[in-house]
């Protein structure tokens, strides 16, 4: 939780003062929400500067490696950008205090929301872990295809199409290789094709859920309180040093 972990509000100031507002303007996502969330007045700092937040969540914690999806991928290599900064202003007895990760992306790189957006609760597009099974068969039923299929006997291509790409990550190699091979030949519907999607999907869903039942909320909040604690120990480490580097009282 990070709210009680209070070296995440004292490191993004840091960097903040270091990071130049041109760097921040070029992330894609900057132009990309303002463009498609036009009702929400984002021409404030915070939303500017939030890339300056997620760089220090990542290096609080010095990984080496940060696993994201494709659309985040900015977001570390901004990272990484403000990481070499800080290091080359600030050293801790002639060595680098923050080490630049890497991104590590899985064979699957993005997961879109049931509008074909990439998925984002802002976008109110996302297919949640706790969501059961109606909700997951609704929410599919209706999202984005492939346009060139307009037609039941249009042919199609899963590579460029939403429900392809939750096919890749959850369904079966046999059901995959059934759904290339009856969109590209208009042999299945999108209704059909999106149901097998579907059952992979609370295929996945369900032991989660299953496993999150057991869970009361006083677990949760021992859980949450351990992790935060941990959370904290582990980036006051990485704030000793940077503070020291910075040469500002421990
Ligand atoms: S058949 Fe499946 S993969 Fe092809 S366009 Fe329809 S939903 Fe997408």
Redesign the pocket.
Known sequence: MQSKVKQHFELPLYLGMITPVGWLERVPSYKEMQENLASKDLTNYGFLGYPVLMASDILLYQPKFVPVGQDQQAHVELTREVARRFNQFYKLDGREVLPEPQVLLTPSPKLPGTDGRKMSKSYGNTIELTDPEPVVRKKLKT?V??P??VRRTDP???D?????DL?KLFSTPETLAK?YE??RSAG???I???GW?ADALVQVLAPIQERRAGYGEADVKAILKDGSDLAFVRAEETMVQVRAAMRLPA
Request: glycine share 16%.
């Open positions: 999202m295809t492939d060139a299929r199609g291509d899963p460029k199409c939403p429900v392809g096919h759904v009856g969109c299945i519907g999108c059909e094709c999106k999607a």
